[in-house]
Nanobody, 126 residues
Framework: QVQLVESGGGLVQAGGSLRLSCAAS????????MGWFRQAPGKEREFVAA????????YYADSVKGRFTISRDNAKNTVYLQMNSLKPEDTAVYYC???????????????????WGQGTQVTVSS
């Protein structure tokens, strides 16, 4: 079992930055693929970014590429999402997700992940 707790959300003006953190329980964090998803009101949950366990390859949605950066610190059992140049359309609840151990399938589908955090609200004002 893996438990995930997100933090770092908040209200920011367009063009600003936020860093989300996701702390994971368990001693095998390094063997889990980690992802970030978001869900805006009235919309489906969508993929934002993911990082592989083996070589820490990263994957991004086209809408955030070049603005967001996903990273992980296995010593701290934490995955981060650095969000720069934020836009009002980035407003959503952001969720951390995990799958593993040793997962190597699709990173972009929500149903690929078994473990989810409770979400953290990000609001970008224009």
């Amino acid at each position: 079992q893996v438990q995930l707790v997100e933090s770092g959300g908040g209200l920011v003006q367009a063009g600003g930055s936020l860093r989300l953190s996701c702390a994971a329980s368990g001693r095998t964090f390094s063997s889990y693929a980690m992802g970030w998803f978001r869900q805006a009101p009235g919309k489906e949950r969508e993929f934002v970014a993911a990082i592989a366990w083996r070589d820490e390859s990263t994957y991004y949605a086209d809408s955030v590429k070049g603005r967001f950066t996903i990273s992980r610190d296995n010593a701290k059992n934490t995955v981060y999402l650095q969000m720069n140049s934020l836009k009002p359309e980035d407003t959503a609840v952001y969720y951390c997700a995990a799958e593993g151990p040793y997962y190597s399938g699709s990173y972009t589908r929500p149903n690929s992940y078994d473990y989810w955090g409770q979400g953290t609200q990000v609001t970008v004002s224009s």
